[in-house]
């Protein structure tokens, strides 16, 4: 899609709705505006070290406010944080060449144009279903979609402690076992997937494995509840 720009005057700046971007199977993503003074390439960049690294996807934007900008990103990179950045197409015009000679534009206060930002999901990434307990006090969820290397936690009630864990791979998870560490209080479950971001393949805490955030789903965290029987 061919971002639609205006003639306005425009500065440097990108705009990320809600909080974060959201990132479909395929690797599309929508900026929702990027204005720029001249034209450039507003680039996805994954996280490296908590600075932009690796460049996942670029799309090229005229001078002015360009609206729905889509990118699509290579996902065997991806990090759930990101940064959207803007580079001015100082080179060959219409021919990238980030990060040089096409540099990283400045806002009106003279930073680089390079924003932070954060993966969000969708609650059809996790299916769920009542069920008894198994063996071993195991849960099966039927089916988990990530598009990174994930975690996928139980919670025992609205917000509560976590009784169990496991590892996602990215791409779609079929059968998840989950076996719960505690007993459940209250046979009300919720099925979350957090990021990994503390110690890998491991779930360390909640703020070190912060939870996938969904627009759409309870208080904005992407759980989805289910119940023992």
Not at 50 to 63: F, K, M, N, Q, T
Not at 109 to 137: C, K, M, R, Y
Not at 166 to 187: F, M, P, R, Y
Request: aromatic fraction near 6%.
């Amino acid at each position: 899609m061919i971002p639609t720009a205006t003639t306005s005057p425009a500065i440097n700046l990108i705009d990320v709705e809600g909080s974060g971007l959201f990132v479909d199977p395929d690797g599309n993503v929508t900026i929702n505006l990027v204005s720029s003074s001249e034209p450039s390439w507003v680039c996805v960049q994954a996280d490296q070290d908590s600075e932009p690294g690796d460049i996942l996807g670029c799309a090229a934007v005229p001078a002015g406010k360009n609206k729905d900008v889509a990118v699509t990103l290579d996902l065997s990179k991806l990090t759930y944080k990101i940064y959207v950045a803007l580079y001015v197409d100082k080179g060959t015009a219409g021919q990238m060449e980030v990060p040089n000679p096409d540099e990283l534009a400045l806002t009106a206060t003279g930073i680089p144009a390079a924003f932070p930002t954060a993966l969000i999901g969708d609650i059809s990434w996790v299916n769920v279903e009542e069920q008894a307990l198994g063996e071993g006090n195991t849960v099966v969820i039927p089916r988990v979609y990530t598009p990174i290397p994930a975690i996928l936690v139980i919670h025992d009630g609205v917000r509560g402690p976590v009784i169990g864990w496991t590892t996602l791979q990215a791409g779609e998870n079929l059968d998840v076992i989950v076996t719960l560490t505690t007993q459940s209080k209250t046979n009300d479950l919720g099925a979350m997937i957090h990021w990994d971001g503390g110690e890998p393949g491991k779930y360390v805490n909640f703020n070190f494995d912060p939870p996938a955030r969904a627009p759409n789903g309870p208080v904005g965290l992407l759980v989805v509840h289910f119940h023992l029987k």
